[in-house]
T-cell receptor, first 112, second 108 residues
């Protein structure tokens, strides 16, 4: 199946822990993104990468560190998790930075 | 900034037409995008406009007027499965800003 796939789908962990979310797309797209959707369903961009290069960093705390080993992968590492990090995190990709995006199924992060 | 405003909720009857408006303030952007998001699922792309005018894709159409800072999504022949949140987004060189979404409720 051609898709944007992210793992894990659910992540429940304690405050202060460090966790990673992985994302892969097999659509041959050049641009990948991370979004955060909070409890009010507001979808907010965090990072954009184009051909492995960071192009957008939207005032995200530096506890969040994205890594793109190649243009098909964009992982998100989060240090020292806080209660406010509880949200759904969506990975997305698009053919280039102007085209519509395909979203992964989301990772539901709950901080205890 | 790129403040994006859309109504919080709209209700319509099966078979009817609904128009979801989106207004924005921005100094420039590449395209205006519409996505559908069912509860607990990922957003899926519906339609987008780069130039002013109407783009038609089956039951869904989107319109853009850059001079008026305005877009709308038109949903025709509403079906129960169209009950979802509809997100308006402005895109500019890899940066996409989304509105808060309009929850459409389709009733029998």
């Amino acid at each position: 199946d051609t898709a944007v796939s992210q793992t894990p789908k659910y992540l429940v962990t304690q405050m202060g822990n460090d966790k990673s979310i992985k994302c892969e797309q097999n659509l041959g797209h050049d641009t990948m993104y991370w979004y955060k959707q909070d409890s009010k369903k507001f979808l907010k961009i965090m990072f954009s990468y184009n051909n492995k290069e960071l192009i957008i960093n939207e005032t995200v705390p530096n506890r969040f560190s994205p890594k793109s080993p190649d243009k098909a992968h964009l992982n998100l590492h989060i240090n020292s998790l806080e209660l406010g990090d509880s949200a759904v995190y969506f990975c997305a990709s698009s053919p280039d930075r102007e085209q519509p995006q395909h979203f992964g199924d989301g990772t539901r992060l709950s901080i205890l | 900034g790129q403040n994006i405003d859309q109504p919080t909720e709209m209700t319509a009857t099966e078979g009817a037409i609904v128009q979801i408006n989106c207004t924005y303030q921005t100094s420039g952007f590449n395209g205006l995008f519409w996505y559908q998001q069912h509860a607990g699922e990922a957003p899926t792309f519906l339609s987008y406009n780069v130039l002013d005018g109407l783009e038609e894709k089956g039951r869904f159409s989107s319109f853009l007027s850059r001079s008026k800072g305005y877009s709308y999504l038109l949903l025709k022949e509403l079906q129960m499965k169209d009950s979802a949140s509809y997100l308006c987004a402005v895109g500019s060189w890899g940066k996409f800003q989304f509105g808060a979404g309009t929850q459409v409720v389709v009733t029998p």
